[in-house]
């Protein structure tokens, strides 16, 4: 006959916790290996996502995602609004989604005459206060799609469109503030070449 | 190395040093093994059914994140009935601590996704194709061959699909068959985080239900942790009649209990304790102990239920 199995008595050696409850104690036994290893990798993911987000600000900040989305959404808004005006086209100027739009439609048509820092060449200086076909965002916009054919400048309503032409002018327009001072020039000289 | 012989003073899948040994536990037959098998298969094909039954032209159940809208069983809900989670939650919460005073881990042994899948599908797969538990254990005890690699891959082929495929669905109840089918279908990139999440999902299932087993029950899952606050001298739990079954001895044995200490109960336990020594944290209330018993009692011609729910 087996005899019933008593529970072994508590081992002398066996560390307990310092604490006790009711009389109850807990033997203080080493953690299963692989709980140790979620630990650790959990201070390695910390230290890469710390550099990510933290250090090297290579990920966005919630704040930042939402703020790209809004930014979309008003660009949409923006470009499905039924007229341009010195407003509407002041805002598209500070929404980083329609400037970047505009820059690239800048850089590929525009660049040849008024240059990559827009202060101009054969056409000209666009980041000065000096406006020959007057300075105000419309103005700028009606300068554009229709160009100046006496001057050079070609009509580019046709070619780009009002969507492109309005991300061009808030391209423009991110370089100048609201309400800064807007002068009239007789004519443009283009500056010596280099 | 095998496992140690379970004792209340240590968890038997977690040894001194911290290393894991890796269960074996025998097959079971009899009354619960196959009403429960059944039953699984009923959940598992529920689960598997629902994205793809139309309810008033949605999935019967869809939680729409990206739009907003969560359909469940023809009854469409917005964001703002988001109230309304109060009442499911402590809902569920009340009747998880109800059931679990009236019934014990019931849940645990019966309806969790965790014991369903990992009973049903992935033991079964193993099983299939390593043999029963003698041959798993020497299989995983013999030294690397052709024949155990080839084991070994198909094995964790399979797991990995039956993972993909579960993951898959579950991803549909969140975006629509239709919508996860056009995923797959595109490249990897169209769908960057989606991909992503799939990726992960699979793998998490397949170490779960490949590797990690039982520990998720013993170590992370709170609700075994909390069951001594939740049960009472009245829930109904697996437990050994130690009045009948002690002492333990041979049969034909003088002054012999019924158990005939032949450990079978120990043998096929899935989280490797020793049901004799009373409740434990580690029971999930699978039934196979009871089946094993039985099993054992009925060929002694003795009466069956030396281990039962009570």
Known sequence: MTPTPKPPLPDENEPLRPHSFDGIQEYDKRLPNWWLMTLFGAVVFWAGYWFYYERAH????????????????????????????????????????????????????????????????????????????????????????????????????????????????????????????????????????? | ????????????????????????????????????????????????????????????????????????????????????????????????????ALFGRIWCGWACPHTVFLDHVYRRIERAIDGDAVSRRLLDEAPASGGKLFKRVFKHSLYILVSAVIAH??????????????????????????????????????FNFGWFREQLCIVICPYGRLQSALIDDNSLVIGYDMKRGEPRGKVGTEGAGACVACNRCVQVCPTGIDIRQGLQLECVGCTACIDACDDVMTRLHRPRGLIRYD
């Open chain 1, 58 to 194: 290579i990920g966005h900040t919630n704040a930042q995602i939402v703020e790209q989305q809004l930014a979309v959404i008003e660009a949409t808004r923006l470009a499905n609004a039924p007229t341009v005006d010195d407003a509407s086209l002041w805002k598209m100027s500070r929404n980083p989604v329609f400037v970047d739009a505009g820059r690239a439609s800048f850089e590929t048509t525009c660049v040849s005459c008024h240059t990559k820092e827009l202060t101009g060449a054969i056409g000209p200086n666009l980041v000065d206060h000096l406006w020959i076909h007057g300075g105000r965002p419309t103005e700028i916009y009606t300068t554009v799609t229709q160009g100046v054919l006496a001057k050079g400048m070609p009509p580019w309503g046709p070619v780009l469109g009002p969507k492109k032409i309005s991300e061009a002018v808030a391209y423009i327009l991110s370089y100048h503030q609201e309400g800064e001072p807007i002068e009239v020039q007789a004519a443009w000289v283009p500056p010596p070449p280099k």
């Open chain 2, 1 to 100: 190395m095998a496992a140690p012989l379970p004792n209340r003073d240590f968890v038997t899948t977690i040894r001194d040093d911290g290393s894991r040994p890796f269960l074996f536990p025998a097959d079971t037959h009899g009354r619960f093994t196959t009403v429960r098998r059944i039953w699984s298969l009923l959940l598992i094909a529920f689960y598997l059914s629902l994205p793809w039954i139309q309810i008033n032209g949605y999935p019967a159940v869809f939680l729409d994140i990206a739009q907003r809208r969560f359909h469940l069983f023809g009854l469409t809900l917005a964001a703002q009935d988001v109230w309304l989670m109060f009442f499911v939650i402590t809902g569920l919460g009340f009747s998880l601590f109800f059931v679990t």
């Open chain 2, 169 to 206: 669905l579950f991803l549909a109840y969140f975006v629509s068959l239709p919508e996860v089918w056009v995923m797959v279908s595109a490249a990897p990139t169209a769908h960057w985080s989606a991909f992503a999440f799939m990726a992960v999902f699979t793998g998490i299932l397949y």
